[in-house]
């Protein structure tokens, strides 16, 4: 047989179609990227971002007609005004071979330049940009330089055997897990007393010499915002707070004889030592609330707050009303610290923060050292005249004001701070001559004021 000719070998097989269960196969990881890729809008091209928001970039239309140049939208909008991508492309070469020649080095890509925001990224405001942003956390080296101005703040050597007690004491002063049982014996029907470690510490420390009380409330002040040892208030009260009396029964006349009791009754003895001086026990003098949430509240708690002549509230959160604060504030302060302060509740206009800081001047009068640095909120030449001017009757003592971390517009400064040093993030030029118009402004406000001393002023 011709093997040309048909077998009809395909006629031979069942004419039963065997049922295939066609089972969908995964997609690759391209094609998944692929997929993301189209379904999301494409960003707008490198060289398109910097052009202005006034000129109008011509695109093809997709309708057009048979001419190809006289289409609807074709190039005849480029003849209208419509800017051509090539012209803007040229236009970004000979920016970048401009940058390359004012420049030391090879100038940087233009991907390194701000930019428009992309279609996939939300647009925020460059004003209100710093209000969304998360907050960063506060470091140990910060709150270091909130009490750097305060010579009377108590200074603990580091790698002691004291500062190792000390934050083995933090460790343990908020532990609320319970420790100890103690059920009245014959009493079963009375629930068990439970103790914690916290609560035995915080008994106990108030029977401390005083000079390790403040450095125990100084050590807990340095420690950062995402430290799980912070302190709350009651442990605060309780450093704060002198030991209880040992017989609290007990008064002056209490333990005299009866003859002491005549003579004191006749006016003669030792009920007419007037002259005799009076011993008193050493009190706290300086007092550190860093990182503070509400510290108008827990002042009036503190017990003995008249002998408080030094107060650090480095980066805790003032009221908006300020005169609540200062209500609360001693008069004998004289040193106070407002490192990195900032105003909650309600948006206060800078009216208001004028006439807060009028009110605070007027009632600290013996306030030598004052330590504004580094504020968070818009601390402008307006606000500080009206915490100083006039000289006589706001701040009459100050001696010492501490501006560092201020610009030309009184906001605070975008920094790095490394190995203690300040850097500016925008530019060193503009930042030097906003911070040196910033000092002649300040300057200037201090000399006439009226002061009869001089005011060194630190920045």
Not at 17 to 42: G, H, I, Y
Not at 95 to 105: E, N, T
Request: some cysteine; hydrophobic content about 30%; aromatic content about 4%.
């Amino acid at each position: 047989m011709p093997k040309h000719l048909p077998t009809f070998k395909h006629l031979l097989h069942s004419s039963q179609q065997v049922q295939r269960t066609d089972t969908k196969s995964e997609k690759s990881v391209n094609d998944l990227l692929s997929s993301s890729r189209n379904a999301r809008p494409r960003d707008v091209p490198p060289h398109l971002n910097g052009t202005s928001t006034n000129e109008r970039v011509w695109a093809p239309s997709p309708i057009a007609s048979t001419c190809g140049t006289s289409g609807i939208g074709g190039l005849v909008e480029v003849e209208n005004g419509g800017v051509h991508p090539a012209e803007i492309l040229r236009r970004n070469n000979i920016a970048h071979r401009q940058a390359s020649r004012s420049v030391a080095g090879p100038a940087p890509p233009p991907s390194w330049r701000p930019s428009q925001s992309s279609s996939s990224t939300t647009d925020i405001a460059p004003g209100h940009a710093h209000a969304t942003r998360s907050p960063q956390p506060i470091t140990t080296w910060q709150l270091k330089l909130s009490t750097s101005l305060l010579s009377n703040s108590p200074i603990t050597q580091s790698n002691t055997l004291v500062e190792h007690c000390l934050r083995t004491v933090l460790r343990y002063l908020e532990d609320d897990q319970p420790i100890l049982y103690s059920p009245e014996e014959g009493n079963s029907d009375e629930p068990e007393e439970s103790y914690t470690l916290g609560e035995i510490l915080r008994e106990q420390i108030p029977y401390l010499s005083l000079h390790l009380r403040s450095s125990l409330l100084h050590t807990a002040s340095l420690l950062p915002s995402t430290s799980q040892h912070r302190l709350s208030d009651k442990s605060i009260l309780a450093i704060s707070s002198d030991p209880p009396p040992d017989r609290p029964g007990l008064t002056f006349g209490d333990g005299l004889r009866e003859s002491d009791k005549q003579n004191q009754d006749d006016g003669i003895g030792i009920g007419n030592d007037w002259d005799a001086p009076s011993i008193s026990e050493p009190t706290l003098t300086h007092l550190s609330l860093t990182l503070h949430s509400s510290p108008q509240s827990i002042l009036p708690r503190i017990p003995n707050l008249s002998s408080i002549t030094s107060l650090n509230l480095g980066y805790s959160t003032l009221p908006s009303d300020l005169d609540r604060l200062v209500s609360v504030l001693p008069a004998g302060l004289r040193e106070l610290s407002l490192v990195g302060t900032t105003f909650g509740g309600k948006v206060i206009s800078e009216d208001g923060l004028r006439r807060g800081f009028g009110t605070l001047g007027r009632k600290l009068i013996v306030l030598k050292i004052l330590d504004l640095s580094f504020p968070r909120f818009e601390l402008t030449p307006k606000i500080l005249e009206g915490l100083l001017l006039p000289g006589k009757t706001k701040l009459p003592s100050l001696r010492v004001l501490g501006l560092r971390g201020l610009k030309e517009d009184g906001a605070n400064l975008e920094r790095s701070v490394v190995d203690g040093i300040t850097k500016c993030d925008h530019g060193g030029t503009d930042c030097i001559q906003g911070v040196n118009k910033m000092k002649k402004e300040v300057v200037e406000l201090l000399r006439n004021s009226g002061r009869s001393k001089y005011v060194e002023s630190i920045w």
